[in-house]
C-alpha cells in the first residue's frame, strides 16, 4: 500500500501568491471582485502585472496582521484539516484510483491556509490553497485532485483531439461532476462548481448515466461534445 501525505501549512508567501492568482491568472469564476471584497483597506487592482515577489512586499503588512489577529483560529483549522484529511485520504486517494484508472501521480501534496476566499491550485508544485473559512477540506482537495490526475495522464491526449486550452480546462471543470459518483462518501456535500459548465456537464454525467461509466470513453465523449463547437 502507497504511504500517501497531504501536508497542512501556512506560508505567508503563498497567500500572497494567491491573491496575485486572482487578478494575474485566468479564473474559473465570473464574479471575481467578490472574491476579494472582505479586503478594503487595500487596492487590490495594484497587484494586476505585479511579480510574485512584488505582491507578497505590498500584501506583507497586511497579511502579518491578518494572520497575527487569527493566530489561534488558523492553529486550530490547521490542526482540524490535518485530523480529517489524515483519517479519510486513503479512502479518497484508492477511489480516485478506481476514477480515473491510473495511479495517484505522486504521494505527497501540500494544501496552504490562505485569507483569501479561493481554492486555487499549482498543478506544478503539487499543492493547493485554502481559504480558513471554509469546512468542506476533502471536497475541495479531491476536486483538485481530479484535476491533478487529469492533467498529468489525460491532458496531452485531450489537447491532440481538441488544440485549444480553454476547450481543455472547460472539459477538466466538467468531470468533477464524477465525484458525486465515484467518490461520494469522500466530499462532504456535492460538486455544483461554476455555472459556465454546467451544460456540459449535464451532458457528461447524462453519457455516464446512460451510456458508460469508462473514465477513458467520457473524456472522449466531452472531446467529440467540444470539437463541434
Keep these: 500500500m502507497v504511504d500517501f501525505t497531504i501536508n497542512v501549512q501556512l506560508d ?102 490562505t485569507s483569501l476566499n479561493r481554492w486555487p491550485y499549482n498543478y506544478s508544485y503539487w499543492y493547493t490553497w485554502s481559504y480558513i473559512d471554509w469546512d468542506w477540506v476533502c471536497r475541495a482537495f479531491v476536486h483538485e485532485l481530479l484535476h491533478f490526475q487529469t492533467i498529468h495522464y489525460y491532458k496531452e491526449h485531450i489537447m491532440s483531439r481538441l488544440h485549444d486550452e480553454k476547450k481543455f480546462e472547460d472539459l477538466k471543470e466538467s468531470l468533477t461532476f464524477l465525484l458525486n459518483y465515484a467518490l461520494k462518501d469522500s466530499i462532504e456535500g456535492y460538486d455544483m462548481w461554476y455555472p459556465q459548465h454546467q451544460e456540459l456537464r449535464k451532458k457528461l454525467e447524462d453519457y455516464r448515466v446512460h451510456s458508460d461509466k469508462d473514465f477513458d470513453k467520457l473524456i472522449d465523449y466531452g472531446c467529440d461534445i467540444l470539437a463541434k463547437e
Design 12 to 113: 505567508l508567501e503563498k497567500d500572497a501568491r494567491n491573491y496575485r492568482r486572482a487578478f494575474n491568472a485566468n479564473t474559473h469564476a465570473i464574479k471575481r471582485k467578490e472574491q476579494v471584497a472582505q479586503i478594503t483597506i487595500i487596492d487590490l487592482n495594484k497587484i494586476s502585472g505585479m511579480s510574485e515577489h512584488d505582491t507578497y512586499i505590498f500584501l506583507r503588512d497586511y497579511l502579518e496582521q491578518f494572520w497575527e489577529n487569527n493566530k489561534q483560529k488558523a492553529e486550530e483549522k490547521i490542526k482540524t484539516m490535518q485530523e480529517t484529511l489524515d483519517l479519510h485520504q486513503q479512502r479518497f486517494f484508492v477511489d480516485m484510483e478506481k476514477l480515473t484508472k491510473h495511479s495517484i501521480y505522486r504521494n505527497d501534496f501540500t494544501i496552504f491556509l
